[in-house]
């Protein structure tokens, strides 16, 4: 009897997901993969178009039937989940699945922080969470002269908790002589207690210490209530109010609608899974990457990172597998992994350590070289070569 497990979202997650699950189940069963477009950019490098050290086209992914042979794809929006008839209703119609893998990711929803659509319509702020978004972010500080940049961090949780820190470096890098002339000032504000807090205390003492040196302030505890694009104003939860003269923003996040409403979300969108084999409370389903709610032992969930994403995507495959019935690995999912933070210069620092670690995740944050610098190119090159057709 054939059987089709879908795997929704074409993303790191979802891709070595599918590909995964072509390798580990027979001929007769279907994989499908579906994706609003099957065209993207890969987000490790997005900070890089901030940079300028990379162009759209540089990041592009694209993979076709050459790069996922046997994967059946399917261009379609989701939009609704039913997990009691285990269909998905897209678009274009409805797919009846076996097993599912959702790996929808997390979308960006600026408009629930008032002021910052109107501010960015205007241009006195950005975001680079988007490759399109970063050029733009790049081309508006091309020609800001001086004054007050600052970085905010909207709202929790966010992807790559690393992001805004790596942006304030590489913004002031970009800038050169406007920023240690001093002619700008840069400001990170952020909701969190230290940077990158799921690292642990020293992690994030060490990326503030970097700050630091670099000149940028950091100020933590600072949750935007509100933008006044009239005045450049950022109103706070503590009713403290900061200027700036250019913004730019990690926006908030939520989950996809088709994942907030389906039966295996939590309260809050995101989907509640299994931290080692990335099952939900629905038997036939799995989770994976940014849409999820990983809960780590010490009560804080998993970064939301490409790096885990991946990782799960294979566990979620061979899980997959063993429940249909097929000898398959018993994957899980260890909680390795880790991030670069890029300072300008062609030097990167390295965070990486075990996030599922009990009681909390041990990680280290090595210091900058260009070592590190080098294995974040090795990565990118790795990953868009898996993906995209050789020509």
Same mark, same amino acid.
């Given at each position: 009897?054939?059987?089709?497990?879908?795997?929704?979202?074409?993303?790191?997650?979802?891709?070595?997901?599918?590909?995964?699950?072509?390798?580990?189940?027979?001929?007769?069963?279907?994989?499908?993969?579906?994706?609003?477009?099957?065209?993207?950019?890969?987000?490790?490098?997005?900070?890089?178009?901030?940079?300028?050290?990379?162009?759209?086209?540089?990041?592009?992914?694209?993979?076709?039937?050459?790069?996922?042979?046997?994967?059946?794809?399917?261009?379609?929006?989701?939009?609704?989940?039913?997990?009691?008839?285990?269909?998905?209703?897209?678009?274009?119609?409805?797919?009846?699945?076996?097993?599912?893998?959702? !790996?929808?990711?997390?979308?960006?929803?600026?408009?629930?922080? %008032?002021?910052?659509?109107?501010?960015?319509?205007?241009?006195?702020a950005g975001q680079f969470y988007t490759p399109e978004a970063a050029d733009?972010?790049?081309?508006?500080?091309?020609?800001?002269?001086?004054?007050?940049?600052?970085?905010?961090?909207? !709202?929790?949780?966010?992807?790559?908790?690393?992001?805004?820190?790596?942006?304030?470096?590489?913004?002031?890098?970009?800038?050169?002589?406007?920023?240690?002339?001093?002619?700008?000032?840069?400001?990170?504000? $952020?909701?969190?207690?230290?940077?990158?807090?799921?690292?642990?205390?020293?992690?994030?003492? #060490?990326?503030?210490?970097?700050?630091?040196?670099?000149?940028?302030?950091?100020?933590?505890?600072?949750?935007?209530?509100?933008?006044?694009?009239?005045?450049? $104003?950022?109103?706070? #939860?503590?009713?403290?109010?900061?200027t700036f003269d250019l913004l730019a923003v990690v926006p908030p996040h939520?989950? %996809?609608?088709?994942?907030?409403?389906?039966?295996?979300?939590?309260?809050?969108?995101?989907?509640?899974?299994?931290?080692?084999?990335?099952?939900?409370?629905?038997?036939?389903?799995?989770?994976?990457?940014?849409?999820?709610?990983?809960?780590?032992?010490?009560?804080?969930?998993?970064?939301?990172?490409?790096?885990?994403?991946?990782?799960?995507?294979?566990?979620?495959?061979?899980?997959?597998?063993?429940?249909?019935?097929?000898?398959?690995?018993?994957?899980?999912?260890?909680?390795?992994?880790?991030?670069?933070?890029?300072?300008?210069?062609?030097?990167? !620092?390295?965070?990486?350590?075990?996030?599922?670690?009990?009681?909390?995740?041990?990680?280290?944050?090595?210091?900058?070289?260009?070592?590190?610098?080098?294995?974040?190119?090795?990565?990118?090159?790795?990953?868009?070569?898996?993906?995209?057709?050789?020509?």
């Amino acid at each position: 009897m054939s059987r089709t497990v879908v795997v929704l979202g074409a993303g790191v997650g979802g891709l070595t997901a599918a590909a995964e699950l072509r390798a580990s189940l027979p001929e007769s069963d279907q994989a499908v993969l579906v994706d609003r477009s099957f065209s993207g950019a890969l987000g490790l490098s997005s900070l890089w178009v901030l940079r300028g050290w990379r162009t759209l086209d540089d990041i592009l992914v694209a993979p076709t039937e050459a790069t996922l042979p046997g994967v059946s794809m399917v261009t379609a929006h989701v939009e609704h989940i039913d997990t009691d008839a285990r269909t998905v209703h897209c678009d274009t119609g409805p797919i009846h699945y076996d097993a599912l893998i959702i !790996a929808l990711g997390a979308e960006l929803n600026p408009s629930t922080l %008032p002021g910052l659509d109107q501010t960015v319509e205007s241009n006195d702020a950005g975001q680079f969470y988007t490759p399109e978004a970063a050029d733009r972010l790049r081309r508006r500080l091309e020609t800001f002269e001086s004054g007050r940049l600052g970085i905010l961090v909207a !709202a929790l949780p966010y992807k790559c908790p690393a992001a805004p820190y790596e942006a304030a470096f590489l913004i002031s890098d970009l800038l050169g002589d406007r920023f240690t002339s001093e002619a700008v000032h840069i400001d990170v504000f $952020t909701p969190e207690s230290l940077p990158m807090p799921v690292a642990g205390p020293d992690v994030g003492r #060490a990326l503030t210490s970097m700050l630091e040196a670099k000149g940028i302030g950091f100020h933590n505890e600072k949750t935007a209530t509100g933008i006044d694009p009239r005045t450049r $104003t950022v109103t706070f #939860a503590d009713n403290a109010e900061e200027t700036f003269d250019l913004l730019a923003v990690v926006p908030p996040h939520t989950a %996809p609608a088709a994942v907030r409403t389906s039966a295996v979300a939590g309260p809050h969108g995101w989907i509640p899974v299994d931290a080692s084999t990335l099952t939900t409370d629905t038997p036939e389903v799995w989770a994976i990457g940014d849409n999820t709610a990983l809960i780590l032992p010490n009560g804080k969930p998993l970064p939301k990172a490409a790096i885990f994403a991946e990782a799960e995507g294979t566990v979620a495959a061979h899980q997959i597998a063993r429940y249909l019935g097929y000898d398959a690995p018993d994957t899980r999912f260890t909680g390795l992994g880790g991030c670069y933070v890029e300072i300008g210069g062609g030097l990167a !620092a390295k965070g990486e350590g075990d996030f599922l670690a009990p009681p909390t995740p041990r990680v280290t944050l090595h210091g900058p070289s260009a070592d590190f610098h080098h294995e974040k190119e090795q990565q990118e090159r790795e990953w868009l070569a898996r993906w995209n057709a050789r020509t």
